[in-house]
Structures are given as structure tokens and as C-alpha cells.
């Protein structure tokens, strides 16, 4: 009896006398339903961080509250929702380098080196030819295994940088800063799981994530270095997103990492291509009529984005971000979008009353576009 009534104290405490009171006078049928909103109300009173309050509900509780509790996804997003103070940025530097020196030699052999010859008769200080670039990111990769193959920070290195090229020069966005970009690889599943409890314990996941408690992005190592730096694109996304913007909607801010992780450096080219599997997948639900409308999709809280069906609201988050990167009108509407919120940290973007206001013809006309688009064979690459 004391346990019952220290359960209904907390609940009280957490989630309103109304809650608790209806969640103990529902017929049974209608309990889960009770239940994920006392996880709402968890969620919003205390900011996403509810470790606490479960482990102290689950010495009380009745199984079937505790076995909700338990489900709750917290995804890549709720490590950022939960926490809106500002990552560690800087304002963007000149990247540090050294003068290039081209000088001929006796035998006229041309040669090129960034120590300066000693004969400077005929040396030519080349650096004038070489522009500066900003430094866009610091990246700190930490790493938690004995094998990780080679040149993969260099290559992390190239892509996330052309992840901002795209970002500044395509999109052409103000306001970018310097990111501290953390990423820890973890040689092993049963680390990565260590790991992944010590520091998110409600995600599931076993590939990657993005915490925000110290602005790192996680991943697994696994045996396909290509998958690997993948989900390093889609976890860095992450990373620029909550330094550049704070909290974003989870559409966007999944459907953009989802994006970048397509991305492909093949010479001098910069490429993303479609998602097949998502693209298959879209087309079958949205002509069985299975999808949320979209207009309910974009005004999802993220608490109820991850608790739904994460297979059809991560396909989603792609097409709307992959659609609109393939058009002008959707460029300008992202641009617009990510300089309001570089000028209004952790601003909640009013989901579909901002394409009303901003989007050419409305949310109306931005769906009907959208529903077009997916009614046609898989969508071409985009090239920067």
C-alpha cells in the first residue's frame, strides 16, 4: 500500500493531478494511450532528462507503467532538444598555412616545396595562388579501437568540409560559424553499448549517435569503412545543426543528416544521390493512402516524431529535404529557414504556418509539388 500511494505522489509531482487521476480511471484498453501522455508530460516538465524520475518510478510503479517508461526512444534529437544551451562554436579563421616556394635549379629543373630555397634568386613565392579557405570545423576524432583503417580522418576531414561548402557556397547561408566537431569510434559492438548506456541510455541504436552533454557524435567502426563514414556524415550533420541552430524540428534536422550521409567526393566532384530504399517505400505507402498527411508530419513535437513510425518519418524527412535541395524555390525556402534560425538560437520553427508565410504559395502549394515529385521514377543525382 505504501508503494502504491509514493507511485501516485510521483505521479502527481510529474504529470498533474488530471493525468493521474484519469490514468488509474480508464478502462484498460485505453491506459497505453494514458500512459504515452504521462510520458509526454515526463518529457516537457523535465526537458527530455528522466533518468531519475524512472529509476525512482520503478521501485513503485506497476509493471505495465514501467514497461512504458522503458520504451521511450530517445533518438538523436531529444540528447539536443534536452539540452539548448549553445555548443561551442567560434567565428570562422583563416586556415593556417605555409608560404609555397617554385624555384629552378641550376640544371633548370622546376621544383616546388614549402621551405624556403636557399638561393632566392630564382624562387617565386606561390601562396598568392593559393587562396585561403575558412575553417569551417575543428575535428577532434577520438579513437576507442586498434584497427582503424587509413586515411579515414583525412577523408572525414574532406567531407564533412564539403558538407559546409555546400552548405555556404550552394546555399549560400549567413551566419555560419566554426563548429567543434567531436567523433568518437568505437572498435566494437558490446563498447559501443557500454558506451551508448553511460551516455544516452534510453536510444536505440547500434551504428551511432549524437549527444549533446558534451557535443560528440558516436560511432560504430564495424567492418564496411564506407558505412562507417556514413553514419559519420549523418552524426557530424547533427553536430553542425545543434551548434549552428540549437534545437531544430526534427524533419528537418533528420531529413538534412539523412541527405549528407548520401554524400559521395568522387575527384573533384561532389555528389548525392536518391535513396532508393526510402524512395520504394514512400511510393507504396503514399499510394496506399498510409502516410500521415504531411501538413500533420511537419507539426510533429519530437517527442511523438520518434515514438511513431521511424521508418515512414525518416523516409519523409529525406524526400522533404532531398526535394526541396531540387529545386531554386527550395533553396531560397531553406536558406530563409536556416538564417531565421541562426538569427534566433533554439527558435521553434512554426511548422507549416512558416511555408505558408514563406514558401512560394503556401504549404499547399509546396505539398502538391512535393506529392508530384514523389509520383515519378527515383529522383536524379544532385551535383555541387
Known sequence: MFKLIRFIFLLIIIAGVSLTAALFSVPAEERPAMIAAVKAYVWQRFGGTITEVQQQIEQVAPPQVVTSLKSIDAGETFQQVASCGKTQTTALEKSTRSNIYRWTDENGKVHFSDAKPGDTRNSEVMSVSYPDRKQYFKLKLIEDTDNLPAFTRDKVNAEVRQVYRILSRDLDLEHLRQVFLNVRIIGTQDDFQRYRQQRAPFLRTNSG????????????????????????????????????YGATPSWFNEGLAEYFEQLELIGQAR????????????????????????????????QQWYAGNLRDHYGLAWSLIYYLMSEPEGKVFLKKMMNDMAENYCWSVPGDEYFDHHYPGGFEAFEAGWQDWLAQPLPTTHRY
Open 209 to 244: 549517435f549524437y549527444t549533446s552533454d558534451n557535443n560528440e557524435a558516436v560511432v560504430f567502426q564495424g567492418n564496411n569503412p564506407q558505412q562507417m563514414r556514413a553514419v559519420i556524415r549523418h552524426e557530424a550533420t547533427h553536430v553542425m545543426m545543434a551548434g549552428l
Open 271 to 302: 555528389q548525392i544521390s536518391a535513396v532508393s530504399y526510402h524512395w520504394n517505400y514512400l511510393q507504396q505507402r503514399n499510394s496506399r493512402g498510409q502516410l500521415l498527411p504531411l501538413r500533420e508530419y511537419i507539426n510533429l513535437p519530437p
